[in-house]
């Protein structure tokens, strides 16, 4: 059973920093996964869910482009947490952040195919 819960987000000013944790992933954790199979995901109001950050097994990172030099994914194995610590947030970084995880590799182009996601935590950057 894979239940994932996120929190940690809020409201900051452009320039700001937010720490997003995510539990729930112990029996994904446990197994090894050759491709992204956890992941932090966003949508923004009107917008597609994106891809916003993904790793593997092996701690082999991706991000979009859009978030790059600004947001660092991590995960404590021994604590099953998936972490998205972001840095010099702006507006439109505004969105709903939700993690995903499957039991096998997934695309981070097509969130569509990941099954397990949280019910999301809202972040929200003034300019």
């Known amino acids: 059973q894979v239940h994932l819960v996120e929190s940690g987000g809020g409201s900051v000013p452009a320039g700001g920093s937010l720490r997003l944790s995510c539990t729930g992933f112990d029996d994904i954790s446990s197994t090894y996964c050759i491709g992204y199979c956890m992941g932090w995901f966003r949508q923004a109001p009107g917008k597609e869910r994106e891809g916003v950050a993904a790793?593997?097994?092996?701690?082999?990172?991706t991000y979009a482009d859009s978030v790059k030099g600004r947001f660092t994914i991590s995960k404590d194995n021994a604590e099953n947490t998936l972490y998205l610590e972001m840095n010099d947030l702006k507006p439109e970084d505004t969105a709903m952040y939700y993690c995903?995880?499957?039991?096998?590799?997934?695309?981070?182009?097509?969130?569509?195919?990941?099954?397990?996601w949280g019910q999301g935590t809202q972040v929200t950057v003034s300019s």
């Open positions: 790793i593997k097994s092996d701690d082999s990172i």
């Open positions: 995903a995880a499957d039991f096998i590799a997934r695309s981070v182009a097509r969130p569509s195919l990941w099954n397990y």
